[in-house]
Each structure stands twice: as structure tokens, then as C-alpha cells.
């Protein structure tokens, strides 16, 4: 095997805490040897040998780090990662990476510019909910699909604390950039770049500075229609995945278990990590002959954000095709902005 790839993180809180360190540090693939961390030194505690450097700029001149991980608020994404490619590392940047599309362009092209690879992270495509619809359609149960429905939607009527996900005039704010970034590039993933696409917002909570409701539809051919909801005015959540065919309906709530478990902390490489609890199973409901239904319960496979670092180890020590493409992120984008 290569030589592991040197990775240094520019945060660490959530998502460096419980999205990236974890794999890094359990994966033989890296080494986890850098993070930025300009107040309080925390990173200490849960990774002793961990460098905490008071800058970016010192995590730049640290000639080992071959790969940087931009984990800060969303605003900052886009100059934060045209730093990193200049100054020749490889970077791995946080959905989304900015608030529209022809900032991505100047992303990806700087990447070319400088030769080193651009990466964007989208971990749901590996939740195990969203596994196990992919494996539903793709087995071709469902017949000749006509409607899907995906909504990510949570109960958050107070705030934000941290203004950058909800403020009025920061770029990519929102609950569209949040979480239907996630639910777009799960469409992207399973169907493509749509034939066209419309969007509204909306905003539904008391005092909310931004959009807190967002519906995506996006029209495939054959009739095939794609409809994206995220909001965070929902009580009671309904399934996060329905999708219709000509032979069948399949359902799925939202239970992948990798986030809860990594905040506890249960670590990758556990054998229980990523496995849905009993109960979570979808349904699928098949027509037979004389139009009789079939009902069927189906477990998901195991949640993995594993596969999202196997891909990267493989886009920079073979140049691998990176799943989540320049194409996938600028429709992305273009939906979104």
C-alpha cells in the first residue's frame, strides 16, 4: 500500500469532531497530523499527538500535509480553498462549497491550474437509508419509476446559534444550502441533471432572517418528477424517501444511525457502527398479477461515511474518478443558488 495521505483539518468542531477525525485517525490510508485552532485547544483531549496551529497560514507552511480538509463556515469555503490549492495541497471541502455556481468553476479551475485535486463532501450519499432506496430502484422492482419525494426535514422552531447557517446577508445561508444541499446531490447521484427544475421558498418560523422552507421539483423524461422538501417547522416527520413506480411504491424514513453514534463516540471501525436499529426497515409495496399487492420489509445495508475517504485515498494516490464530480456540485449549485 501508499504511503498514507498527511491530513490537517482548518476546524475542529462539529464537523471536524464527529465527520472527519474519527475516519481519519481509524483509517490506515491517513494520518491525521494537523488542525487549525485559533482560541481554545480542545482537539488535545480526544487526539493527543494532534500539531494545533494558531493559523491557516502555519497549517500551509507545514511541508508534510498533502491534503486539507476546509470544515469552517460555509462563506468562508471558496477563499479558504483557493488558499489551500495554491498553495499546492490537495483539498476536501465541506458542502456547499459556495453560494453559486460560477464560484465552483473557479474552484475547480484552480485545481487544474495547480494540478492537485478538489473534492467536495457529501457524506449522505452513503447513509443507509438513502442505500437502501438506491438498492430498491436499481433492483428495478418499482417498474418504470413516475414520482420520487425526499425531504430532510427537522423541528427547529428557535434559531440558529451560529448565524452563518441562518443570517440575512451571508452567502449560503439557509436551510437550501444546509440541507438540500444534501437532498439535491442525493437526486444528482441517483438520476442526473434534470430536463428542467423550479424552486420556492419560503420563510415559516418567527423572526427567521432567511429561508427556512425550501421545495425543489425537478422533471426528469418519461413524466418522471423528483420532488426535494427541507424545512424545519416539521413536528412530525414523514418519510424521508417515497418513491412510485409502475409496479410499486417504496418507503423509507430517515434512520441512519452514524451521526448519534459518532457523537457518543462509537467509532467507524466498531462493528456496530452504521447498522439501523430494528424497526427501521422500508416497505415496499408491489403490484402482482390481478393487481394484488405485496407487502415486503426490507433492512437497509450498513451506513458508511468510510467510502466517502476510501474514494478520496484512491482520487489522490491513483487518480481515481472522485464520485461527487465538477458536474454533480455545478448543478448543484445551479439548482440551489
Known sequence: MSSPIVTGLLAYGMSGKLFHAPFLSTNPQFKLKAVVERNQKKMVADYPDIVSYNSVDELLNDPEIELIIVNTPSFTHVDFAKRVLTAGRHVLIEKPVSANAAQVKEVFDLGRKFNRKVMVYQNRRWDSD????????ESGRLG????MHIRYDRYKPELAVKPFKEGADIPAAGVRYDLGAHIVDQAIHLF???????RVDAIQRDRSENFDYMNLRMVYPGGFIVTLVAALLIPDQLPAFVVH?????FSKHRCDVQEPQLNIPVLPNDPAYGVEPLGCEGKLVTIGIDEEKSIEFITAPKGDYNNIFYAIYHAIRE??????TEEHVTWQMEMLE
Open 130 to 137: 438513502f442505500l437502501s432506496v438506491k438498492e430498491v430502484i
Open 144 to 147: 418504470r419509476l413516475t414520482e
Open 192 to 198: 442526473g441533471k434534470p430536463l428542467s427544475f423550479d
Open 245 to 249: 413506480g409502475t409496479l410499486g411504491t
Open 319 to 324: 487518480n481515481a474518478l472522485y464520485p461527487i
